[in-house]
Each structure stands twice: as C-alpha cells, then as structure tokens.
C-alpha cells in the first residue's frame, strides 16, 4: 500500500512539473490595445459542446481562473451575469464572425468589452482507481460599440490520476487550459 501512495505521489509531483507550451493567440485585431482604463466583463460561460446536456460543475472555477489571469495581465476585469450561450442557440462561427444573433448574449448594452470564455470538449473517464479529464476551451474578447472580435484564442488541459489524487486533482485539466488559453492575451500597459 505504501509503495502505490508513494507512486502515486511521484506521479503527481512529476506531473505537476510538466509547464503547458505558449499558445500565441489565434486572433488579436490591432485595435485590442485600446483597451485601457475600461472595464472587461467576464460573461457566463457558452456551452457548445455536442453533449452540452452533461452539466459543467466547475463553470465558477474556471470563471475565477479567467478573472486572476485577465488582473495579473493589468486589465480592470469584473464579473457579470449574462444570458447561457448553449449550442442550440449560437454556433462557433457565429461567434468568431461577431453574427448579429450573438449580441443579445453578451451581456447588458452598457458594456463595452466583454470576455466570453467557450466551452468547447470536455471529456471524463474512469479505469479502475484512476480518472482521466480533459478539456477545450476558446477565449472571446469582443468591443459591442464597434460590432468587433478584438481576441479569440484556445487551450487545452488533460490531468490523469490516481487514487485519493483523482478526487484532489480534479481542477488541474481546467488550471492547464485557462493557463494555455490566457497566455496569448497582451499584457496592457
């Protein structure tokens, strides 16, 4: 029993060790710098997944890893609440094209800059004392006043554990996609 906690535990710290690759951003339109005493608005989190009527349980979590890395990046960022984007209502293609159809899930008319995180794959399995998770997410910073997408960008996270570190691990797929996914915004100056 020691032998597999200790294994468990070398695991886990050599896992931890692994530092997620630098993703540049898929999309930054030049005007994204004008962004500099305004507010950005974090939204509720857009759903699209194929199977979105499994429920995400970590929407809050990954909402507050957005917010922590948009404030170490020098933005004023805030919390608001907003209409739930699923996949029957909006496609990804509607969102990176800024459709007309989208503006109404963005938030209230008074916010200029808005950041939509999208929840894209998301997967979980389970082998014997282990557990597997992975997910995909895409970031969306849009200007409403200029009908603009100013950032799009995506990252990934995979965590495989093990025993009681499948049940303490189980945000580590999440801290690695937001990290991945907020390492292609610019820093503001």
């Known amino acids: 029993m020691k032998t597999i906690l200790k294994f468990c535990l070398a695991l886990t710290v050599l ?9 540049a951003p898929e999309h930054l339109d030049p005007q994204f710098t004008s962004i500099t005493n305004d507010t950005i608005y974090i939204l509720s989190l857009a759903d699209i997944r194929k199977n979105s009527k499994d429920v995400f349980k970590k929407e809050n979590y990954l909402r ?5 890395y948009l404030s170490k990046k020098n933005y004023n ?4 609440t907003s209409e739930k984007i699923l ?4 496609s990804y293609e509607q969102l990176i094209n800024y459709d007309e159809k989208i503006e109404s899930y963005l938030g209230n008319a ?4 808005v950041f939509l995180t999208v929840l894209m794959e998301q997967e979980s399995t389970s082998c014997g004392i282990g557990k597997r998770a992975g997910l995909t997410i895409s970031g969306f910073v849009f200007d409403k006043l200029n009908r603009r997408l100013l950032w ?18 189980s945000g580590l797929s999440i801290d690695e996609a937001a990290y991945e996914l907020m390492q292609g915004l610019p820093k503001r100056k």
């Open 15 to 23: 896992q931890s060790c692994v530092t997620p690759k630098y993703i």
């Open 64 to 68: 507050k890893n957005m917010l922590r």
């Open 77 to 80: 960022a805030v919390f608001t």
């Open 87 to 90: 996949a029957e209502k909006i």
């Open 110 to 113: 008074s916010q200029r800059y």
């Open 152 to 169: 799009k960008n995506v990252g990934s996270g995979s965590d495989t554990s093990f025993g009681l570190m499948a049940i303490a691990s």
